[in-house]
């Protein structure tokens, strides 16, 4: 996805900065830089995520790839239509995203895979620019309640007014559609607080939402 303000060399956030400098030295295959948004430009479904994983899109560079976390999501979005392919290998593949793109509430991987909230408002004004460049009509799946919080703030909108619970749909304005959802994390799925099913059904209704 081009068209947005992502900066591979933000250093905004001294303790994700300082983390990944010293990940630079353990694992100097790995990206270990902020993690760009994937996908099609002027896209009519934007994923929302928390943060790259350690071993996925940090090492990778591209998102929800190379962890189990996009094992569901990558096989999810081509039952649906939404990309070429059902695994994602390495960013260097041939996988395609069909008008959908993916990004991440914060673009740099947090120790223990937390941000802490000073991060994500930091973060914020890179996905305000993603979700400004979206046609009207455009359906936004928040994937956890990290990246529903974060959407809401981008859209500069009460947090109390629109409640974060899987298959939650809401009206952000201007055309947009918000569908949240459990994370699809390893830890999510392997205790069935989200399963095969219920993922799906959020896909198939931002399918039904765009036709």
């Known amino acids: 996805m081009s068209g947005c303000s992502f900066d591979v060399n933000c250093v905004a956030c001294p303790r994700l900065s300082q983390f990944l400098a010293d990940l630079r030295i353990q694992y100097p295959d790995y990206h270990n830089l902020p993690v760009a948004p994937f996908g099609a430009d002027q896209a009519h479904l934007l994923v929302v995520g928390l943060a790259p994983g350690m071993h996925g899109a940090n090492a990778s560079a591209r998102a929800f790839t190379g962890d189990d976390s996009g094992v569901m999501l990558y096989e999810t979005l081509h039952k649906y239509g939404f990309a070429s392919k059902p695994v994602s290998v390495s960013a260097d593949d041939d996988l395609e995203l069909i008008d959908c793109c993916i990004t991440n ?5 947090p120790p223990q895979n937390k941000p802490v909230t000073a991060e994500v408002k930091a973060c914020n004004h890179f996905l305000v620019n993603e979700i400004n460049g979206l046609p009207s009509g455009a359906v936004l799946v928040a994937l956890g309640s990290i990246a529903h919080d974060a959407i809401l703030r981008a859209r500069q909108l009460k947090k109390k007014e629109y409640k974060f619970a899987h298959h939650a749909r809401h009206d952000l304005g201007n055309g947009l559609t918000l569908i949240d959802s459990y994370h699809c994390s390893r830890y999510n799925t392997q205790t069935k607080r989200l399963t095969t099913a219920m993922f799906e059904a959020v896909f198939a209704t931002a399918r039904e939402i765009l036709g």
């Open 105 to 109: 509430a914060v673009k740099c991987l």
